[in-house]
C-alpha cells in the first residue's frame, strides 16, 4: 500500500496549506492601508477587509464653490487604497495557489 503513504502526505500537506491560508487572511484583514489624492490633501484608511475606517481632508482642499474637485479626490483615494489591499490580497494568497493547475480556473 504504497499509495496510501503518498496520499496521507499529500493530505498533510494540503492541511497544513488551508491553515497557512487561513492564516495569512486573517493577517491581511487586520493591515491597514492608505490612499492619497491631490498630494496628500486627501487621504482614505482602509482595512483589509477593504472597509473604509478613516477619511481625512486637509482644509485647503474643502472649497464650497468646489465640491466636484473634492468629491473626485475623495474618489481618487479611496480607489488607491482598494487597489492597493487588492494588490496585496493578490500577492499574499498566490503564494499558496503558484503552480497549482486547478480545473475551471480556480486559481
Given at each position: 500500500?504504497?499509495?496510501?503513504?503518498?496520499?496521507?502526505?499529500?493530505?498533510?500537506?494540503?492541511?497544513?496549506?488551508?491553515?497557512?491560508?487561513?492564516?495569512?487572511?486573517?493577517e491581511?484583514?487586520?493591515m491597514?492601508?492608505e490612499?492619497?489624492?491631490?498630494?496628500g490633501?486627501?487621504?482614505?484608511t482602509?482595512?483589509?477587509?477593504?472597509e473604509?475606517?478613516?477619511?481625512?481632508?486637509?482644509?485647503?482642499?474643502?472649497?464650497?464653490d468646489?465640491?466636484?474637485m473634492?468629491?473626485?479626490?475623495?474618489?481618487a483615494?479611496?480607489?488607491?487604497?482598494l487597489?492597493?489591499?487588492?494588490?496585496?490580497?493578490?500577492d499574499?494568497?498566490?503564494?499558496?495557489t503558484?503552480?497549482?493547475?486547478?480545473?475551471?480556473?480556480?486559481?
Amino acid at each position: 500500500m504504497r499509495g496510501g503513504g503518498n496520499m496521507n502526505k499529500m493530505m498533510k500537506q494540503m492541511q497544513k496549506m488551508q491553515k497557512d491560508m487561513m492564516k495569512a487572511q486573517e493577517e491581511l484583514q487586520e493591515m491597514s492601508f492608505e490612499g492619497t489624492a491631490g498630494g496628500g490633501m486627501v487621504k482614505v484608511t482602509a482595512n483589509g477587509k477593504k472597509e473604509i475606517t478613516d477619511i481625512q481632508l486637509n482644509e485647503e482642499v474643502v472649497d464650497p464653490d468646489d465640491l466636484e474637485m473634492l468629491q473626485d479626490l475623495i474618489l481618487a483615494a479611496t480607489n488607491d487604497v482598494l487597489k492597493q489591499v487588492e494588490d496585496k490580497t493578490n500577492d499574499t494568497m498566490g503564494q499558496f495557489t503558484k503552480g497549482l493547475n486547478m480545473p475551471g480556473g480556480m486559481f
